[in-house]
């Protein structure tokens, strides 16, 4: 067991040795360096041809088209540039937009960012299991609304979004429909030939793939339209400017192909692996699960410990790598969004510990979890003048 | 966050949790909180007729500072006279554990602590002027 135990991959995952391998090959002159946009010699050929390889993978694993995907630097910016995108593309149309209050940042901050300039947000609340009521959805539509954004996977709790029924709506109504497929891709099977989509966000640090690179799905059929937001070149024909980074691109590739051949066998091992985790956690009282587990991704399990504070959790759980609230914040001391848009009190938000499972994830490492979890909750509980509290009252009503 | 060593080894290993029944005579309590952060400490002492605090014990609830203040807090009150003990300042306890400025509210609040701990002893007891007496030097 490498220690601290790493629980955090929906942070982050470690690149798979085997897309390591193939980043490497594309770096050194004696590999394929060359800038992929140099079409008069063989170095930029090559590497045209490299990206050309992860192009198609990335797609093979949406059952997309090729020419669909357009490389970015991440999700946050595929977030960016789709949001954005759309909303400047229909600016004479309408300047309304629909997302969730559970969103990442990644798609809150660029919509604040439009109300800044004259947009007007509606932003939907989920139900205590962390799902959109698609009526309401529905509801919220107006003549003006140019873009719905809902995240397909919520990144803090793990819970899958109807993105099905939603895009049914959504195309019935010609609005186009984004989705921040960052915490999805690899980990649910996307078709977005069933999926009626218009633009997804993916990002390859989430399923063993390098960070800085992600990509945005852009429908061909119908054309999804939005305007470029980096200049600078005509690099994916001219929706995003710069100089391919072969190397980050083929990771990606690579990643997507072996997330394709892997996920099935994976999943399901994570699954009885979290499943685990939380029947472990079971005899500890006043736990509480945030999301559900039946409409969620197979490795994550958010758990609030009541009467206890989450940094001093973390600071206890020294051995493991886990988070609470979203990676993202984990500077700002705020609880966190998504859980208090579910209805946790301020107390319970704070007290969650978001625990993230992942390929190298072993039976060992739960196991130990399990008792370094009880060891730090028991140990906290003990200092709390409010746990002591709550047992004096238990032990007044006879409650064991 | 990180914190300083001083800080991580009381938040490990926290001297004096637990606490004496409220209603004792020799016994002052609090219990403060603050509001912005949910941090809360609850801290008692112990005082001799002679007005020397013989223990302190606390419990908290919040992050690492809060618990590691606890233990620091309840460590330097043992043995001190209430006098001294009433004269401590937020900043000397921020210094003494190099607390990061954006947690300085909890040094704010185990100062009104031990305030508070000490007016509720004297509080209790009966005697005003043997009270006053132990307060002077």
């Known amino acids: ?40 010699h063989v170095f930029g050929r090559s590497a045209a041809q490299a990206v050309d390889k992860a192009r198609a993978q990335v797609a093979a694993l949406i059952n997309a088209a090729p020419a669909e995907i357009v490389w970015t630097s991440g999700a946050t910016e595929a977030n960016n540039l789709a949001i954005k995108g759309v909303a400047g593309y229909y600016r004479k149309k309408g300047r309304h937009l629909v997302t969730s209050k559970i969103e990442h940042k990644a798609v809150l901050d660029p919509c604040r960012q439009l109300v800044q300039a004259g947009y007007d947000v509606t932003y939907l609340d989920p139900k205590p299991n962390g799902l959109l009521d698609v009526a309401e959805l529905e509801g919220a539509l107006r003549q003006d609304t140019v873009l719905v954004s809902i995240m397909h996977v919520n990144n803090e709790i793990g819970v899958i979004q109807d993105i099905a029924s939603i895009s049914q709506l959504t195309r019935r109504r010609g609005i186009p429909l984004h989705v921040d497929a960052a915490q999805s891709l690899g980990k649910v099977a996307i078709d977005v030939q069933s999926l009626d989509v218009d633009l997804m966000s993916f990002s390859a640090h989430k399923l063993y793939g390098p960070k800085g690179c992600g990509a945005l799905y852009v429908r061909r059929k119908p054309q999804a339209r939005l305007l470029a937001q980096i200049h600078g070149g005509e690099q994916e024909r001219g929706m995003r400017a710069g100089t391919l980074p072969t190397h980050q691109i083929v990771g990606m590739g690579e990643a997507c192909q072996w997330a394709g051949q892997e996920m099935a066998a994976d999943n399901e091992r994570i699954r009885r692996l979290r499943d685990r985790l939380w029947s472990g956690l079971q005899d500890i009282s006043e736990v509480y699960l945030n999301g559900n587990l039946s409409q969620s991704v197979a490795g994550l399990l958010n758990v609030s410990f009541d009467f206890i504070e989450g940094e001093a959790l973390l600071a206890a759980l020294k051995d493991l790598a886990v988070s609470s609230g979203s990676a993202c914040t984990s500077a700002n001391p705020e609880p966190s969004h998504v859980l208090k848009a579910i209805g946790r009190n301020d107390r319970l938000a704070r007290s969650a510990i978001r625990f993230s499972l992942g390929r190298f994830t072993t039976v060992e490492e739960i196991d130990y979890a399990i008792v370094q979890v009880h060891r730090a909750v028991n140990r906290l509980r003990e200092l709390s003048p409010f746990w002591e509290k709550q047992q004096m009252i238990r032990n007044a009503h006879g409650i064991a | 966050m990180l914190y300083s060593d001083e800080i991580m080894q009381h938040f490990e290993n926290p001297h004096n949790v637990g606490g004496f029944p409220e209603n004792l005579s020799d016994v002052g309590t609090a219990m403060v909180e603050t509001p912005i952060s949910g941090d809360v400490l609850k801290l008692q002492i ?15 609830h919040g992050g690492v500072p809060i618990i590691a203040l606890g233990s620091w807090l309840t460590q330097w009150l043992n043995g001190k006279h209430l006098a001294e003990a009433e004269d401590i300042h937020n900043t000397q306890i921020a210094e003494a554990l190099a607390l990061p400025p954006v947690k300085v509210h909890c040094a704010v609040l185990a100062e009104q602590a031990v305030k508070a701990a000490i007016a509720d002893y004297v509080s209790k007891q009966t005697d005003g002027a043997s009270a006053e007496e132990n307060l002077c030097f």
Request: glycine residues 6%.
């Open chain 2, 46 to 60: 112990k005082v001799s007729k002679q007005g020397l605090i013989e223990e302190a014990k606390f419990k908290a």
């Open chain 1, 1 to 40: 067991m490498k220690h601290p135990i790493y629980l955090d991959y929906a942070a982050t995952t470690p690149v798979d040795p085997r897309v390591a391998e193939a980043i490497y090959r594309h770096l050194t002159q004696d590999g394929i360096f060359g800038n992929p946009a140099s079409q008069s």
